[in-house]
């Protein structure tokens, strides 16, 4: 059965796909922590996301086409989630959320310098980081040009918390 939306406007339509307490932070799981599997991603919340929450929003997430669930090749009781297109045409949204919350909240630095690299390398970044999740994700052949913003992004996260066990 189809759901009904409460209006055509495009900001409804999409709050109600992501705009759950949950949603975005299994996307930003999958696009920043590189998180494929239940388990992995059930483990890495830093939010502490209950299981039945996690298995319904990777549900949702798919009806909503924003992930595909596919058997892993490498464990035959396992699957992998991966996002689609429309799940990585997010970036510049995250990006933003995260741009918003880095000045206005009190984010760690740790867990805000992807959002700061993010704000300062603005769309040529996102779209290079783009293409990292569909090289990732969707099987994409990489540009040979193509810097690993992800790579970027992970190593600089690592440098933070390096930082602060040391503080």
Same mark, same amino acid.
């Given at each position: 059965m189809a759901e009904m939306q409460r209006s055509g406007c495009p900001i409804n339509l999409t709050v109600e796909v992501i705009g759950d307490k949950w949603s975005l932070l299994v996307l930003r799981d999958m696009m920043f922590g590189n998180r494929r599997h239940f388990r992995e991603l059930l483990a890495g919340s830093e939010e502490g996301i209950a299981s039945n929450i996690l298995a319904d929003r990777l549900q949702r997430l798919s009806d909503a086409g924003l992930v595909t669930? $596919?058997?892993d090749p490498t464990h035959k009781q396992k699957v992998v989630y991966s996002l689609t297109e429309p799940a990585i045409q997010l970036v510049p949204v995250m990006a933003a959320l995260g741009s918003w919350g880095r000045r206005h909240r009190p984010a760690s630095r740790e867990l805000s310098i992807r959002a700061e690299l993010l704000e300062r390398g603005?769309?040529?970044m996102w779209d $290079?980081?783009?293409d990292d999740l569909r090289v990732q994700h969707l099987g994409a052949t990489p540009k040979p040009e193509a810097?690993?913003?992800l790579g970027e992004l992970t190593a600089a996260y690592l440098a933070e918390v390096q930082a602060?066990?040391?503080v």
């Open positions: 669930r $596919a058997p603005g769309s040529e $290079a980081l783009m810097r690993s913003v602060r066990r040391t």
